[in-house]
């Protein structure tokens, strides 16, 4: 079964619209200077509207362990994808509270080695992976929503 995860939500009737096109998550991107970064209260108020069979995910990058689990308590998020550079050692000790989906920023010199580094998560469900890759355009370092729209376009 393929289930679909739109990431990026800020308002309710994002949420709905993505849920009505076929989404089975949803992300809510806690990463402070992104252009999508939504608060917990926002998310509160979006979450408590989401039918049961819909996951929400938070998208973290480079937090604090310990926030990320009271973040994802409090949300009662389904999963937390870490986004950034973290440790095999910070992606254990989420992994300690709620399922991991770790992603990487990928480009051809990519080391599929670094999969075995350590960075073993816990899925959030059987049919979903524990890695996220995304493609890091040419001439950026680093940039989440460049490395989206440019996977969707090829």
Do not use: W
């Not at 994002?14 to 809510?28: P, R």
């Not at 409090?74 to 509270?97: F, I, P, R, Y």
Request: charged letters at 25%.
């Amino acid at each position: 079964m393929v289930r679909v995860k739109i990431c990026g939500i800020t308002n309710a009737a994002d949420a709905l619209a993505a849920i009505d096109a076929g989404a089975n998550l949803l992300g809510f991107n806690f990463y402070a200077v992104s252009p999508r970064h939504i608060s917990e209260a926002e998310a509160a108020k979006i979450r408590r509207q989401l039918p049961k069979k819909v996951d929400a995910v938070g998208i973290f990058v480079n937090a604090p362990p310990a926030d990320v689990a009271a973040l994802c308590k409090s949300l009662k998020l389904n999963a937390a994808q870490l986004h950034g550079d973290e440790t095999a050692e910070t992606v254990a000790e989420v992994a300690g509270s709620v399922p991991v989906v770790k992603a990487f920023r990928v480009d051809p010199d990519f080391d599929l080695k670094t999969l075995n580094n350590g960075l073993g998560c816990r899925a959030a469900s059987r049919s979903q992976a524990p890695y996220h890759f995304s493609r890091r355009p040419e001439g950026r370092k680093r940039s989440c929503r460049g490395a989206h729209r440019a996977a969707l376009r090829n």
